[in-house]
C-alpha cells in the first residue's frame, strides 16, 4: 500500500506562486508514475502534470499550464512548482501515483493511489 500526502496549497494573489509537495510512503519504490490533478468547484477533475518516476525523468504537462507549472522528483517526493498564478488554477490539488507509466497520463483510473489533497485558491 502507498500512502501519499499533499502540503503547500494556499491562498495567494494573481501573479505569485506556490509549490506543493506530495509525499509518499509505504511501497512508494514500486510506483513508476506520479501525477498531479486538480478539480474546481462544479468541473471534473483534471490531469496536471505526471512525471516518471521508475527511470528516465520524463515530465507532461497539461497544455493550460505548460511553461508555468515545473513537476520534480526528489526520491520519495514528487513537487509541483507554480509560478504566474491565475485565478483559474483556482482548485483542490490532489497527488496520484501509478505502477504503470505508459498510456495517457490523463486518465484517472490509470492511477493506483490518491492523496486527499490540497487547496490552492489564486484571488
Known amino acids: 500500500h502507498v500512502q501519499l500526502v499533499e502540503s503547500g496549497g494556499g491562498l495567494v494573489q494573481p501573479g505569485g506562486s506556490l509549490r506543493l509537495s506530495c509525499a509518499a510512503s509505504g511501497y512508494a519504490a514500486n510506483m513508476n508514475s506520479m501525477g498531479w490533478f486538480r478539480q474546481a468547484p462544479d468541473k471534473q477533475r483534471e490531469g496536471v502534470a505526471a512525471?516518471?518516476?521508475?527511470?528516465?525523468?520524463a515530465t507532461y504537462y497539461a497544455a493550460s499550464v505548460k511553461g508555468r507549472f515545473i513537476i520534480s522528483q526528489d526520491k520519495t517526493m514528487v513537487a509541483l512548482t507554480m509560478r504566474d498564478l491565475k485565478p483559474e488554477d483556482t482548485a483542490m490539488y490532489y497527488c496520484?501515483?501509478?505502477?504503470?507509466?505508459?498510456?495517457?497520463?490523463?486518465?484517472?483510473?490509470?492511477?493506483?493511489?490518491w492523496g486527499q489533497g490540497t487547496q490552492v485558491t489564486v484571488s
Open positions: 496520484a501515483a501509478r505502477v504503470y507509466h505508459g498510456g495517457d497520463w490523463t486518465t484517472e483510473s490509470a492511477y493506483n493511489y
Open positions: 512525471i516518471n518516476t521508475g527511470g528516465g525523468d
